[in-house]
């Protein structure tokens, strides 16, 4: 147990340059004390006490912000800086020496059953802002930039970014340079399809008067 926490506190000077004492770090770091308390919680769990589990991670959430499910599978050496916001799934498994910032999301993408969360490889960063769902596999010594959506498997030493993500590099080579300017804009997208269908509508309507008048014109010259 006290190696663990020794590795922990590790894991906090390696990380954040501005920790500054053992006493600062145990006393302010709401990400550490969240790793801590999902430790006991994730023990009980373990024991099927899964309400007492869920009890001390309610009481972990509302003390840092943090929530961690007592079910999920955690690594050692992992950091969570400014940790506020983020949120860590019951069947999510993390490796070890994993960075984790403010408002983090290791999520599912809807009601399944069983395995339904990212497994998160070894020395994996996620940005601000991440969210990674499904249950797949975030390969070790990835990248994910702030703010990406992450919905499909990461291979190994690679750099995601963007919505929805996409690798950018892989083991230090660029493979797909991101073009801001030439982004998706959805709104755009969505303008241009109700556009195609009012066309299409106005088309029909016109024909259909076209062929109500041609049917008109030829009654009245049977009555002539």
């Known amino acids: 147990m006290f190696r663990r926490i020794r590795s922990d ?25 969240a790793i801590w308390l999902h ?55 993390i490796g070890d020496d994993v960075v984790l910032f403010q408002g983090v999301t290791l999520g599912g993408t809807g009601k399944e059953k069983g395995k339904r969360h990212p497994t998160i490889g ?11 769902l499904g249950s797949f596999k975030v390969g070790d010594n990835s990248r994910i930039g702030a703010n990406a959506v992450v919905l499909q498997e990461v291979p190994a030493g690679c750099t995601v970014v963007g919505n929805p993500g996409r690798v950018v590099r892989r083991d230090g080579v660029r493979v797909n340079k991101l073009n801001h300017t030439d982004m998706p804009d959805p709104s755009s997208e969505l303008f241009r399809s109700l556009q195609a269908q009012i066309d299409e509508l ?13 049917v008109l014109e030829y009654t009245e010259e049977r009555k002539l």
């Open 39 to 93: 430790r006991i919680a994730h023990w009980f769990y373990r024991h099927r006490s899964f309400a007492l589990a869920r009890a001390i991670s309610q009481f972990g959430r509302f003390m840092t912000g943090i929530e961690i499910h007592p079910g999920a599978q955690i690594g050692s050496r992992l950091f969570i800086d400014h940790g506020m916001g983020v949120v860590i799934g019951e069947t999510c498994e």
């Open 122 to 132: 070894s020395n994996v960063v996620v940005g601000s802002g991440a969210k990674v």
């Open 9 to 33: 506190l590790s894991a906090v000077f390696d990380n954040d340059p501005a920790a500054r004492s053992v006493l600062e770090v145990v006393l302010t770091y709401s990400g550490l004390h």
């Open 202 to 214: 106005k088309e029909t309507l016109s024909r259909e008067r076209r062929e109500r008048a041609e």
